[in-house]
């Protein structure tokens, strides 16, 4: 016999809701301490009850693993803004000198920026400028 299907949705009844609050809790707890030992991953759980109440549980410290995921997250952001200053480099769609110019205007601030990797930069170079070769037609 499988198990019934529940809505999920705030259940009503205070006692049911504070019964099925510490089983899930329990459950979750096991499975993050169970990816922690099966995977070998830096797990961190932080759960607050409806009344304030702290749990949780780390498979290392804690405040490694929030340093850590601050770091990522402000890793991440700075890719995502590099990405969107790519996205806005893009070859000038008519070869007018003052189109290039300006597009190798933008392509050496590009060449400056610090975190830019030379490999990246190279990789940025073969792609932009191979969008700007000169496109011949057959007729």
Known sequence: MGRGKIAIRRIDNTTTRQVTFS???NGLVKKARELAILCDAEVSLIIFSSTGRLYDF???????VIDRYNKAKEDHQIAKHAN?????C???SDNSNEAMQSYESLW???EEVEWCSNKDA???SKRTWAGMEPKTTIE
Do not use: L
């Open 58 to 64: 780390s498979s290392s410290s804690m405040k490694s």
């Open 90 to 92: 893009s070859p000038p």
């Open 108 to 110: 050496q601030d590009w």
């Open 122 to 124: 190279r990789q940025f």
């Open 84 to 88: 969107s200053e790519i996205k806005q």
């Open 23 to 25: 089983k899930r809790r």
